[in-house]
C-alpha cells in the first residue's frame, strides 16, 4: 500500500500533471473546442476533475492511467502518447521561485506548448484545492472520517467528471452553474487560518457587513421593512465544505421598533449590526433623533442561539441625555460605553462588560465589570483577554497598535500589522488575537495577518496569496470574497 503524500508532494504531483500531461490535454481540448475562452475554462475543469480522480495516494503512473482516460472521453484514442519520456517524477525539478517546471518530456513539435497564462490558472486552481483537502483533513480528523469523505468525493466525480464532459459540450445552452459543479476550492496558504467553508456566492451576492459566525454556523442578516412591521432576518448555513446559501438550517425573525418619541420628534433607524458573543448571535439596533447622520443615542441589543431559536432582548442602552453609544461583543459577552450631555457639558461613562447568560429559558446579561477609560473606545472587541480597541476618542492608538484593557482595568499596548488603519482583531482557537487588515497586491488587495505582540518585537506577517474584492471578520472568524474560474467564492476561515 502506498503511503499518503505530504501537502509538498501533492503540490509536485500538481505540477507534473499541468506541466508534463496538460499539453497534451490542452490539445485535445482546443482540436474540439478551438481555441475560446469557454475551451480554457474547459481545460481548467479538466484538470480538475482527473486530479480528483487520481485521489491522495497520486504517483506518475497513475497520473498517466488517468489522463488517458480523460484524453478518450475527448476521442483520442487511448494508444495516443500522451508522455513521450519514460523518466519518473525524480527526474523533474522545479525553478529557483518553484512555481516552474523545466523538464515535462512532451515531444514539443508535435503538441503546442501550453500558454503561460492557462497554465498558471490551472496550477491556481490545484494549490487551493490541495490547501482545501488539506483543512478538510485537519477538520474531520479521523483516519474514518477523510476516507468517507475521499469516498464522497470520487462518487461525485464519478457522476461529475469525465461523462459530464460530453453532455458540457453537447450542450452549449447549459447555465455557467449547471457546468461548475465539482469542488471550486480557495486557497488560504500562508494565513493562520483553517477553511471550514466555501459558499458559491456568483449569482447570489452576500453583505460582509451582516455576517456573524459561531458554533459551526453562518449566520446572515438582512434588513426588512414593511407594513407588517420592521425586523431583521437571519438565516443561519453550517459550516461545511463547499455549498451555496441556500436551505438555511434556521431562521429568526428580530423584530424592531423606534423608541417612544417626544411629541414632535421622531427616530430614525440609524445602523445596525449583526456579530457574535460565543453561542449567540447578537444584533445591535442604533437609533437617533437628530437625523440619519447623528450619532446613535439609543442602542437595543438582541441575542438568537446560534442554533436557532426565538430572539431575546438583551438591553436598552441610552435615553434621556445621552449623546453617544459604542457597542462591542465577542467572547460570551458584550461591552457598553455612552456620552451623556447635560448642561452643555460631555460626560463619557466608563466600560461595562458583562456576560449574556441563560437560565431556564430566558436569556439576559450577568452581573457587569466596569473598567475606566479616558475617551470613547474605537474599534472595540470583546475577548478573552479583555476589551481590545485601537485607543479612544482621547488618546488614539496609533496606525498599527491596539490596547487591550483587563477587566482589572490594567491597559497593555500590542502591535499588529504595520501601519495599518482599517484592520479588525480576531481570536484564534489557541487564544492568540490576531489583527487582520487588508494590503496591496499587483492585482488588487489582498489580506494580512500578523499575531499581536509586544511593541518592537519582531512577529511574522503572513499574507494571503491571492486577491480579494471584499472581506470581513467576527469572533474568531475570516471571511472574504475571491473569485476563480470565472466564478465567484465567499470563503470562511478559523483563526488558529
Not at 219 to 240: C, E, K, W
Not at 275 to 280: K, L, T
Not at 316 to 332: L, R, S, Y
Request: charge should be negative.
Amino acid at each position: 500500500m502506498r503511503s499518503r503524500r505530504t501537502g509538498a508532494e501533492r503540490r509536485r504531483m500538481a505540477h507534473i500533471l499541468v506541466d508534463r500531461f496538460g499539453p497534451a490535454m490542452w490539445h485535445a481540448v482546443i482540436e474540439r473546442m478551438g481555441q475560446t475562452s469557454e475551451a480554457e475554462d474547459a481545460f481548467v475543469d479538466l484538470m480538475l476533475a482527473v486530479w480528483k480522480r487520481i485521489g491522495r495516494q497520486s504517483d506518475v503512473a497513475r497520473l498517466r492511467e488517468h489522463v488517458a482516460r480523460a484524453l478518450a472521453s475527448l476521442g483520442v484514442p487511448s494508444s495516443t502518447e500522451v508522455d513521450s519520456s519514460e523518466g519518473t517524477a525524480d527526474m523533474l525539478f522545479t525553478s529557483e521561485d518553484g512555481e516552474a517546471l523545466e523538464e515535462t518530456g512532451l515531444p514539443e513539435e508535435v503538441l503546442p506548448n501550453l500558454p503561460a497564462g492557462i497554465r498558471n490558472r490551472a496550477l491556481q486552481r490545484l494549490r487551493a484545492e490541495i490547501a482545501f483537502e488539506e483543512a478538510e483533513a485537519r477538520r474531520l480528523g479521523s483516519w474514518m472520517a477523510r476516507a468517507a469523505y475521499g469516498l464522497l468525493a470520487i462518487l461525485g466525480l464519478a457522476l461529475v467528471g469525465y461523462g459530464w464532459w460530453g453532455e458540457r459540450t453537447s450542450n452549449s445552452s447549459q447555465t455557467a452553474n449547471d457546468r461548475h459543479t465539482s469542488l471550486e476550492p480557495i486557497s488560504s496558504a500562508d494565513l493562520p487560518v483553517q477553511v471550514e467553508a466555501v459558499f458559491d456566492i456568483t449569482r447570489q451576492p452576500v453583505d460582509l457587513g451582516h455576517l456573524a459566525f459561531g458554533g459551526g454556523e453562518l449566520v446572515t442578516g438582512s434588513l426588512s421593512l414593511g407594513p407588517q412591521g420592521d425586523g431583521i432576518q437571519l438565516s443561519a448555513y453550517a459550516l461545511r465544505g463547499l455549498g451555496f446559501l441556500d436551505h438555511p438550517r434556521w431562521t429568526s425573525n428580530v423584530p424592531i421598533s423606534p423608541p417612544a418619541a417626544e411629541p414632535g420628534a421622531s427616530w430614525l433607524l440609524r445602523s445596525w449590526i449583526l456579530s457574535s458573543a460565543g453561542d449567540w448571535a447578537v444584533v445591535t439596533v442604533n437609533w437617533t433623533e437628530n437625523g440619519i447622520h447623528g450619532a446613535a443615542s439609543e442602542a437595543d441589543v438582541y441575542a438568537v442561539p446560534m442554533t436557532g431559536g426565538r430572539p431575546s432582548r438583551l438591553a436598552e442602552f441610552g435615553g434621556n441625555g445621552v449623546g453617544e453609544i459604542v457597542v462591542a461583543t465577542g467572547t460570551d459577552g458584550i461591552a457598553w460605553q455612552m456620552v451623556s450631555e447635560k448642561g452643555g457639558m460631555s460626560t463619557v461613562s466608563p466600560i461595562e462588560l458583562a456576560p449574556i447568560a441563560s437560565h431556564a429559558g430566558a436569556v439576559s446579561l450577568g452581573p457587569s465589570v466596569r473598567m475606566d477609560v479616558s475617551g470613547l473606545v474605537r474599534n472595540a472587541h470583546v475577548t478573552n483577554a479583555g476589551l481590545v480597541c485601537q485607543g479612544t476618542t482621547a488618546h488614539a492608538a496609533p496606525a498599527g497598535a491596539w490596547i487591550c484593557i483587563a477587566p482589572t482595568g490594567q491597559e497593555t499596548t500590542y502591535a499588529g500589522v504595520s501601519d495599518a488603519e482599517d484592520g479588525d482583531v480576531v481570536e484564534g482557537k489557541s487564544g492568540v488575537l490576531y489583527e487582520v487588515a487588508s494590503a496591496s497586491s499587483s492585482q488588487g488587495q489582498t489580506l494580512v495577518m500578523t499575531a499581536l505582540h509586544a511593541p518592537g518585537n519582531r512577529q511574522p506577517t503572513f499574507r494571503l496569496e491571492t486577491p480579494v474584492s471584499a472581506w470581513g471578520a467576527d469572533g474568531g472568524y475570516v471571511d472574504y470574497v475571491e473569485t476563480s474560474g470565472g466564478r465567484t467564492y465567499l470563503v470562511v476561515a478559523r483563526a488558529d
